[in-house]
């Protein structure tokens, strides 16, 4: 049925005298007032940050939630409508950093963070009288008198309460994994931010094929191939897949031109060698580096290299353990690269998980702030630290947008190629996530942090899922059906200073932890021993993410 037109109606008048009408005779009150007896809808609005602008998103948002309100009020409901204010977060102290000239590192020694906190009380609420006009100007009835607000002490003790109660249910734990992590916020991200549309982006990096020497050999390779050669020098092992074919390849190194035998994955062969080669005379070859002949020697499987061990890449730092030896891995695959994979440990979920399983020790060297403290060889900042020779000092991306940035990635690969320790140098598109606020690459990282453990309710939430009426029913069983199906342990943790602190509090010794659930419990706690809170850093949690709770 075609909509009709009405030429005649002026909307903007229409809409003012409606809300004028509403406003003068209480009608959102008395929707909740007459309905006193009614079963009771109960709307928390999704928080706004009142520092910030409201944009046509909001207007759309708002316009959908204000419908399923009003539905609800004209089946007989009692509907409150809470609004709330979120003014904790990485938008908040991103930009009260930008208006006061400051970085992370410089809270603390420039301001205090008492006097940072406060600038960020002051800056969150300014644009509160615009969001309030443009909430009556659509007619989005909300209480607005009685709000929530996120940085609110007694919101703030409810959550501690709440958090009590996982931590009594052993739902509430500590953990030193890698995590996504953003050198320019300064903080850890948790996998919901990470999942944000347009996280991910296409991007052109330089890329490597590296040359791993066998070692007690005097001219046999490992080829890894890796999208990120600033982790190379954290290297450690090697992963190969149990029933993964493998062939050694006697051929050339196309830069050096030297006659090499080099093992990857027989499937991956065709990547990186012509097949009109295969068994060229190698007398004719005119090193142009583009047609090198190569035979195969021999083949194996993935098992029969496990434990054959590798001289050092790039030796700025040593280990201590049993380091640099090929280990088998469930997730090696021949989909793409070489079929044998680069370990780091401090620089990825895999690579730290395989590395402890086979007793692979990861690089690490004493953090010049804590020397009882072991930290990887990229900085908290993004850039290497000074024992990398050359390289120390230099940003592994580049997180200051400098004009003159000099790519580490490409001066590592010009090392490798001097060196002969490459196989392959190529610029490569591929997807890689950034920080949904700074817009800079994130970096997975290794962090202590405490998290929720949510995967103990992972099976009944996909239960439930599958209960709802989703429209369309795509994004129940695709976009949020994947992220439940993928779903790990919620890292609360936010190396922040505005936020909720966490109240976890450990003795000096370490021989005793308690999670506070009130400031009255506190004040109690305090008299009885002397402790300090969480000694994860500054962690702070996002509140507005509870409000469910």
């Known amino acids: ?19 004028q009408f509403w406003k003068e005779n209480n009608i959102y009150q008395k929707s909740i007032e007459n309905r006193a007896d009614a079963e009771r809808f109960v709307f928390y609005e999704g928080p706004p940050s009142a520092n910030g602008m409201p944009g046509i998103h909001h207007a759309l948002g708002r316009t959908i939630k204000d419908i399923f309100c009003r539905y609800k009020t004209l089946q007989g409901f009692q509907v409150n409508r809470k609004s709330g204010w979120d003014t904790h977060g990485l938008p908040v102290e991103l930009q009260v950093e930008k208006r006061l000239g400051l970085k992370k590192e410089d809270i603390g020694t420039k301001i205090s963070v008492a006097e940072y906190n406060e600038e960020c009380r002051k800056d969150v609420m300014k644009f509160q009288d615009v969001w309030e006009n443009l909430t009556e100007k659509l007619g989005y009835w909300l209480d607005l008198e009685n709000p929530y607000i996120t940085y609110d002490k007694n919101y703030i003790e409810t959550l501690w309460q709440l958090l009590k109660r996982l931590y009594d249910k052993d739902l509430l734990y500590k953990g030193y994994t890698i ?5 320019a916020a300064g903080t850890g991200l948790s996998s919901h931010e990470l999942n944000q549309p347009g996280t991910y982006r296409m991007v052109k990096d330089v890329t490597a094929v590296a040359q791993f020497k066998r070692t007690d050999t005097d001219n046999e390779y490992f080829l890894a191939w890796t999208t990120t ?5 954290s290297n450690t092992a090697l992963a190969v897949g149990e029933n993964i074919d493998y062939a050694k390849i006697e051929t050339f190194n196309p830069y050096t031109h030297d006659k090499i035998e080099v093992i990857l994955a027989k499937e991956t062969i065709k990547n990186f060698f012509k097949t009109e080669l295969e068994n060229a005379d190698f007398a004719e070859y005119n090193q142009d580096g583009k047609n090198i002949p190569w035979r195969i020697i021999t083949e194996m499987k993935g098992r029969d290299l496990e434990g054959a061990t590798y001289e050092q890449l790039l030796p700025y730092v040593q280990p201590e353990g049993n380091a640099f030896r090929v280990i088998i891995g469930d997730f090696v695959t021949t989909e793409d690269g070489t079929g044998i994979v680069h370990i780091a440990p401090t620089f990825g979920a895999d690579d730290m998980r395989v590395a402890l399983k086979n007793n692979v020790p990861a690089l690490t060297v004493p953090d010049p702030q804590n020397q009882n403290k072991q930290i990887p060889l990229v900085d908290k900042q993004g850039r290497f630290v000074s024992q990398m020779g050359e390289f120390a000092g230099m940003y592994v991306k580049n997180y200051t947008d400098a004009d003159d940035y000099n790519d580490v990635n490409t001066q590592i690969i010009i090392k490798l190629r001097k060196e002969g320790k490459a196989f392959k140098t190529e610029k490569h598109e591929h997807s890689y996530p950034h920080c949904w606020r700074t817009d800079k690459p994130i970096l997975y990282y290794p962090l202590e942090a405490w998290f929720i453990k949510t995967t103990a309710f992972k099976d009944r939430m996909i239960e439930l899922n599958n209960t709802i009426n989703w429209k369309p029913a795509s994004t129940g069983t695709g976009r949020f059906g994947n992220w439940l199906e993928n779903l790990v342990d919620w890292n609360l943790s936010r190396s922040r200073f505005w936020g909720t602190p966490l109240p976890i509090w450990s003795t000096e010794s370490g021989d005793e932890t308690v999670c506070i659930g009130s400031v009255a419990e506190l004040e109690k706690e305090v008299e009885r021993k002397e402790a300090s809170r969480t000694p994860c850093g500054d962690k702070r949690i996002k509140r507005s993410a509870l409000v469910p709770l």
């Open 1 to 19: 049925m075609p909509y009709k037109e009405y030429k005649n109606l002026n909307l903007t008048e229409t809409a003012k005298e409606i809300g």
């Open 179 to 183: 995590q996504p992590y953003s050198p």
């Open 229 to 233: 050669p600033w982790t190379l020098p």
